[in-house]
Nanobody, 119 residues
């Protein structure tokens, strides 16, 4: 079992930056494939990116590639989502999630943090 808590959301102007944190407890994040997702009310949850548990390889959705960066600090048991050059369309609730080795679906989810980008 792992518990995930996101923080760092807020209101920012277009072109600005935010860094979201996902603090884990219960198990180390290095044991999991970690992902970031976002959701706008009334829309399907969207995958933003992920970081591999074994080699820290990252993947990103086309919509954020080149602007967002995922990283992991195993000593702090925390995963980060650095968001630069934010756009109004990045406005959403952002969630982190953990997927156990060998699993296809994400097993654990945080409660989400709101990011609002004003134009």
């Amino acid at each position: 079992q792992v518990q995930l808590v996101e923080s760092g959301g807020g209101l920012v102007q277009a072109g600005g930056s935010l860094r979201l944190s996902c603090a884990a407890s219960g198990r180390t994040v290095s044991s999991y494939h970690m992902g970031w997702f976002r959701q706008v009310p009334g829309k399907v949850r969207e995958w933003v990116g992920s970081i591999n548990w074994s080699d820290d390889r990252t993947l990103y959705a086309d919509s954020v590639k080149g602007r967002f960066t995922i990283s992991r600090d195993n000593a702090k048991n925390t995963v980060y989502l650095q968001m630069n050059r934010l756009k109004p369309e990045d406005t959403a609730v952002y969630y982190c999630a953990a997927r156990s080795r060998g699993h296809v679906q994400y097993d654990y989810w945080g409660q989400g943090t709101q990011v609002t980008v004003s134009s």
